[in-house]
């Protein structure tokens, strides 16, 4: 906590803060004119800068800026997770936060309060002190972890890091003056940064809250996908409240378009520059252009707009700031409180005991190239989404059959079948690397049979991110009919130079099996036959859920609830019985439309399987 009046922080020499995170990102910045900008008068890089250091206040403001402590909320967005593949925008969480600097000695520390989709509230504090960091609190609602402490993954650290950066334009000056990094003047009409846009057929309906047993929306979208749906099992199944407001998006696009004259900074570092546009006639550093890597969409523009520049003590600060991640919303912050140069208690950053914080280079890269993606996971609750390679876990269900755990874990848990000619691997996951990891985990478990199929339960990125490596590697994708177009789109994606994966390595065209709406698809096997089964579900248009029948194990996806596996597991003497989800009633539904006998229960999310006993039990039903 602060108090204005303990000691104040030592200040030592400046330490170069922004190197590791532009060596992070590179690439060039591209794209048309913006109508409403010309070309500067010309200027030369000294002069741009000290232009940008008036804009704040002056350079003696910012050279004597130590401390700083700023109130803030902070709503934040995520793609990739609507009810139809390639369509809809997701609000992740809404938080509460508390950041604390000490600039020069490169130490900050961030309290926050996170609600999420499911209106579910953590604290949780992110510690960076120099190279190390450590998360204090509830960080983790999917693994169940009890609150503790814990050190920072070297991603998760870099991610902090850059995200707090892209916040805060003052330290990437510091470190401008500081000549840590490389930098030179870009200037003539602003143009826009490289990377693939979204449009607003894939921001509709844009979800604010999901309620948790229902499984229902509330939504706000446009008159477009409204005559589409309304009066459709599906619309009725999956939308709570309903808003129509064909102008949400364009309002964003309004607010952050790039009026007027710039001159552009821009820096040059390994993986993409970061360029600042400078405002010509304010100095005000307008906004900050780079790019980076989605799972699903490839390399994506990063754009930050600061707005509403307000005087704090001599330093003027953004008290709003919007980003924009592939052209479309996906962070908005607003500042209630700022403190210059605050005075700090001796503790504020000072590292937990218990734990060692290690580093790695290559995870912190990987973590910085897809800063934002991750950044949506972890404030919604789900931290580890297996950025680098994980080591690969196994338990054997049945004679042939495992479900498979990566740790660090992306909170998804994969199926691996052997059959007589092949290999079958149900919900790749996440990232790429993951699938990497399992694909040798096959070749040394399953010798001398190819992976055959990849079966992807639905389009949700934190399901379907990772699959390219196994296309790579030759599998057929066995996908829900209405998910083809939108795999037809990842991946046949050619557009990585950020973060390539293994089909970026080796690309190849992809083979996609459409499950059809009306009717399940058998992979055949004298041993081990795989039926595939279309859902009619809330969650989404593609859901599919995979039976192995000799063997009665129902791999069930994101219709498992996986709470009860938990209270089993750790033994939980309480009665399973209550009001059901809506998402375990479409399972029930979908298992006695099988006809068959399924004696198992695997889920996406959870480690440990359940038995379809327990499972009615949870019902009601027994």
Not at 199 to 220: A, C, L, M, Q
Not at 507 to 527: F, G, L, M, N, Q
Request: hydrophobic share 40%.
């Amino acid at each position: 906590m602060i108090n204005l009046a303990s000691q104040l922080l030592r200040t030592i020499p400046r330490t170069v803060v922004l190197t590791g995170l532009l060596s992070m990102i590179a690439g060039l910045t591209n794209g048309s004119a913006s109508a409403m900008s010309q070309a500067p008068e010309e200027m030369d890089l000294a002069a741009v800068l000290e232009k940008a250091l008036k804009g704040i206040g002056g350079r003696g403001a910012l050279e004597g800026l130590n401390t700083l402590y700023i109130e803030d909320f902070r709503e934040r967005y995520a793609m990739g997770q609507g009810p139809e593949p390639g369509v809809g925008h997701f609000r992740m969480t809404r938080t509460e936060a508390i950041a604390s600097y000490a600039l020069d000695d490169n130490q900050f520390r961030l309290d926050f309060n996170h609600t999420n989709h499911y209106e579910r509230s953590r604290d949780v504090t992110e510690l960076v002190i120099g190279q190390s960091g450590y998360l204090i609190g509830l960080d983790d609602f999917y693994l169940q972890r009890e609150p503790g402490v814990r050190v920072m993954r070297s991603d998760r650290w870099a991610v902090a890091k850059k995200s707090e950066r892209l916040l805060n334009p003052h330290i990437l000056l510091k470190d401008l003056l500081s000549d840590s990094s490389p930098a030179s003047l870009a200037d003539g009409p602003h143009s826009d940064v490289a990377g693939r846009r979204l449009s607003e057929n894939n921001v509709f309906p844009v979800t604010f809250v999901r309620d948790r047993p229902t499984g229902k929306r509330n939504v706000i979208a446009n008159d477009t996908w409204v005559d589409r749906w309304q009066g459709q099992d599906f619309f009725d199944l999956s939308i709570n409240e309903l808003k129509v407001d064909n102008e949400w998006l364009q309002r964003w696009r309004d607010a952050v378009a790039l009026n007027g004259t710039h001159h552009q900074i821009e820096v040059q570092h390994a993986v993409h520059p970061i360029t600042l546009h400078v405002n010509a006639e304010s100095g005000r550093i307008d906004k900050l252009s780079t790019m980076e890597h989605d799972m699903v969409y490839g390399d994506v523009p990063l754009e930050v707009t600061y707005h509403d520049w307000q005087q704090q003590d001599g330093v003027y600060f953004p008290s709003h700031i919007r980003i924009s991640l592939a052209g479309i919303p996906y962070l908005e912050v607003t500042r209630s409180k700022v403190v210059v140069n605050p005075t700090f208690e001796a503790d504020t950053f000072t590292a937990p005991e218990g734990v060692t914080y290690e580093h790695d280079d290559v995870l912190a890269t990987r973590g910085a190239s897809v800063s934002q993606l991750v950044r949506s996971f972890t404030s919604a609750g789900s931290p580890e989404k297996a950025l680098g390679r994980p080591r690969i876990d196994s338990q054997e269900l049945a004679d042939g059959v495992y479900l498979l755990e990566g740790t660090p874990s992306d909170a998804v848990f994969t199926l691996v079948v052997e059959l007589e000619s092949g290999v079958v691997v149900v919900e790749p996951g996440s990232f790429d690397l993951k699938g990497e990891a399992i694909t040798e985990w096959i070749a040394e478990n399953i010798p001398g049979k190819p992976i055959s199929h990849v079966i992807v339960s639905h389009h949700h990125s934190d399901h379907s991110g990772g699959v390219r490596p196994y296309v790579a590697a030759g599998a057929s994708t066995v996908v829900h009919e209405t998910a083809v177009a939108f795999y037809e789109d990842l991946l046949g994606r050619k557009n990585a130079t950020i973060m390539p994966d293994a089909l970026d390595r080796n690309p190849v065209k992809a083979d996609i099996i459409a499950v059809s709406a009306d009717a399940p698809t058998v992979i055949e096997d004298a041993v081990r036959p795989i039926t595939i089964y279309p859902v009619v579900s809330g969650h989404t248009t593609d859901m599919i859920i995979v039976g192995l029948e000799k063997q009665e194990i129902l791999y069930s996806a994101d219709l498992y609830i996986g709470a009860m596996a938990r209270l089993l597991r750790v033994g939980v003497n309480m009665p399973l019985t209550g009001e059901a989800a809506q998402s375990a009633l479409e399972l029930d539904a979908a298992i006695d439309a099988t006809g068959a006998t399924f004696n198992t229960l695997v889920g996406s999310h959870d480690r440990e399987p359940v038995s379809y006993a327990d499972f009615k039990t949870y019902l009601g039903n027994e």
